[in-house]
């Protein structure tokens, strides 16, 4: 008899777990957000957006990262950390902008990751936009993982060129 009601629990448990692993995924669906609709700025006051942007927010006041490189080098190395990442998906990729979505170990939350890339003045600049889909804290994953990304792309060594956009 306690044999049968340790293995209903049990089976109870992992039914929860995925009903509710099932129900995050329903209630926060991939939605593919495409280059000319990359954030301006995190919402105001957000406890789960980071961006380095023109409008930087909990990004240790990065506006930009620039690079004498050019687009399609820039864009690789930045596809080449999203690879390396755990969990991660990239949903959405173009030239000079990709659309990756990272979900936590547990519950599978997703968490949107943009990196958006132009020219200027013959330089490759990059803007990050990372917010999780639901809840209102992400407990501050948003902003390490683009301080994450800005180290890396801050150390890989690229060939120095012009920028150009294909």
């Not at 306690?2 to 329903?26: C, H, N, P, S, W």
């Not at 957000?46 to 023109?54: D, E």
């Not at 936009?129 to 150390?155: C, P, Q, T």
């Amino acid at each position: 008899m306690k044999d049968r009601r340790t293995v209903t629990f049990a089976l109870g448990t992992v039914a929860i777990y995925l009903l509710t692993v099932l129900t995050i995924q329903v209630i926060a669906s991939d939605e593919i957000i495409e280059p000319g609709d990359f954030p301006d700025s995190c919402p105001d006051g957000s406890l789960n957006c980071a961006m380095i942007g023109p409008h930087s927010h909990r990004s240790g006041g990065l506006t930009e990262l620039r690079f004498e490189s050019n687009l399609d080098s820039v864009m690789g190395e930045a596809g080449e950390w999203l690879d390396s990442e755990p969990r991660t998906a990239v949903i959405g990729d173009w030239p000079g902008h990709t659309h990756a979505v990272f979900r936590s170990l547990m519950w599978r939350f997703p968490d949107d990751f943009l990196i958006n890339g132009y020219c200027d003045e013959g330089e490759t600049v990059i803007h990050v936009y990372s917010e999780s889909r639901l809840g209102i804290s992400d407990i501050g994953v948003n902003k390490d993982r683009i301080e994450r990304f800005a180290d890396h792309m801050s150390g890989v060594e690229m060939a120095t060129s012009e920028c150009s956009e294909a």
